[in-house]
């Protein structure tokens, strides 16, 4: 049995605020566009624009939600659990609850793969890289066991695909950039695998992609805009089609559209030029 999805719009996070990576907001991000609801913007922060947030925000990090009455919560794993409650695909049994929360838990003990593909360069990159490859495969045996045989085809033998498969899809997708011709020698994992990428191929293909993995680690959107670390810039907007937005672009880059009552923006709009 699972939850009913939150009809109410107001009940959704305002925006969600994350670095310029491919990491720990992936699997709510992908949980709530499978579910079709969306958030009023994401903001891509790093930099001085970070710094500007850091001492407000909980313990200090993102990613964070940010609600309408402007409320923060943090923490990818309550962020995920909340977008499967929003979507209505969190289980409300028990058993199956705690069931999934161990599948997304392993999940998170593969977070490795998320400097590896976003931070680390160089000897560094090839040297996490094998440490984390060499560890793999009794990870995959594990998610294998943890697949029903017959007609249920995520986790938990659940009907549809919950928070944990949603995690465990997206650390393994930066299984494939870091090496996309990596393959499990798991029948089971593999066709769940495929049926999870099937499920999320709009999401996946508008989202900005991750270039100069191990060199220089960077998003870039369909319109070819070039977002890393290394830039002088410390903020940037990214709208539902996945593409980039400036201070000065977004909403116009009108002063007036930045509420008195917004601290997130407030802080944001003081180094942003």
């Known amino acids: 049995q699972l939850c009913k999805n939150i009809k109410m719009v107001k009940m959704l996070p305002r925006r969600l605020l994350y670095l310029p990576f491919r990491a720990m907001i992936e699997p709510t991000r992908m949980t709530l566009y499978y579910g079709?609801?969306?958030?009023?913007?994401?903001?891509?922060?790093?930099?001085?624009?970070?710094?500007?947030?850091?001492?407000?925000?909980?313990?200090?990090?993102v990613p964070v939600a940010q609600f309408n009455d402007n409320h923060l919560v943090a923490q990818s794993g309550s962020l995920a659990r909340f977008a499967a409650q929003a979507v209505g695909i969190y289980p409300l049994d028990p058993v199956l609850c705690a069931r999934c929360d161990a599948v997304f838990e392993l999940g998170q003990e593969l977070c490795t793969i998320n400097p590896l593909i976003?931070?680390?360069?160089?000897?560094?990159?090839q040297q996490v890289k094998a440490w984390y490859f060499d560890r793999l495969?009794?990870?995959?045996?594990?998610?294998?066991?943890?697949?029903?045989?017959g007609e249920d085809l995520f986790f938990c033998g659940s009907k549809v695909p919950t928070h944990a498969d949603f995690n465990i899809f997206h650390m393994l997708h930066n299984v494939k950039v870091a090496e996309p011709h990596y393959d499990w020698p798991h029948p089971k994992l593999d066709k769940w695998f495929q049926l999870m990428d099937s499920l999320l191929a709009d999401f996946t293909s508008k989202r900005p992609k991750?270039?100069?993995?191990?060199?220089?680690?960077?998003?870039?959107?369909?319109?070819?805009?070039?977002?890393?670390?290394?830039l002088r810039y410390n903020l940037t907007f990214l709208d539902r089609n996945g593409l980039f937005q400036s201070y000065n672009n977004h909403k116009g880059g009108r002063e007036d559209i930045y509420e008195h009552d917004d601290p997130i923006l407030h802080m944001l709009q003081r180094v942003s030029h």
Do not use: M
């Open 210 to 230: 991750l270039v100069g993995v191990g060199s220089d680690p960077a998003l870039v959107d369909s319109n070819g805009t070039h977002i890393s670390q290394r």
């Open 118 to 125: 976003n931070c680390y360069t160089g000897q560094q990159y």
């Open 36 to 61: 079709g609801q969306f958030v009023e913007e994401d903001i891509v922060v790093w930099g001085l624009g970070f710094s500007a947030v850091r001492d407000y925000l909980p313990f200090s990090k």
């Open 137 to 149: 495969p009794e990870s995959l045996f594990q998610l294998e066991n943890q697949l029903a045989d």
